[in-house]
């Protein structure tokens, strides 16, 4: 199974077990909160992850999985530092959270602050095997229709678009030159 897919189960179920939960422990304005939060988008999704988060209805776990669903949301608006505030948080709560770590890279590339980047998706890749490719050339999906190549290059599909996250040694080249090849022929 591709991480782009372990990705998408994994956000399914977290949500499951956020709205199982909200059904036996918080009010049912809270738990339509949290499921709208989890599976809305944009400001809808923002305005109900924070009435969630501030209801104080939800356990450590749930609460760490809201930060980061309206954290992915406010990255996806190109809000870069309310997103990484709530990845702070989810991780604060969280400290396994792979979600939230790869979320904060996004964030963080986003800023042009690559190297934060880096240590928040090597912090994935340590927390998760699967986020770390074996190979290392097929491109590692962080979201929002970018993609990690050997650690070193994040590629936009949505606008074509690359950034160089660390130095390219020579010996690295060979891989990324194949990572991209990958990308093309797979995702974008």
């Not at 499951?16 to 709208?36: H, K, N, Q, R, Y």
């Amino acid at each position: 199974m591709r991480v782009q897919n372990q990705m998408l189960v994994l956000r399914i179920m977290a949500a499951g077990l956020l709205i199982a939960g909200a059904l036996f422990t918080v009010s049912p304005a809270a738990a339509d909160d949290a499921e709208i939060c989890t599976n809305s988008s944009g400001d809808v999704a923002i305005a109900a992850c924070t009435r969630a988060i501030a209801s104080g209805q939800y356990t450590t776990q749930n609460v760490a999985t809201l930060y980061t669903s309206r954290g992915n949301e406010y990255a996806y608006k190109g809000q870069h530092d309310p997103a990484i505030q709530d990845f702070d948080q989810a991780i604060r709560l969280n400290p396994q959270n792979v979600s939230a770590f790869i979320g904060r890279g996004r964030a963080y590339g986003g800023k042009g602050q690559h190297d934060r980047a880096i240590q928040d998706f090597d912090q994935a890749i340590r927390l998760d095997a699967q986020f770390a490719r074996s190979d290392r050339t097929d491109p590692v999906d962080v979201g929002a229709g970018q993609f990690m190549c050997c650690r070193a290059v994040l590629f936009d599909c949505r606008i074509k678009a690359s950034w160089a996250l660390t130095n390219i040694r020579e010996d690295a080249k060979h891989c990324i030159e194949t990572c991209l090849r990958n990308l093309a022929r797979h995702h974008c």
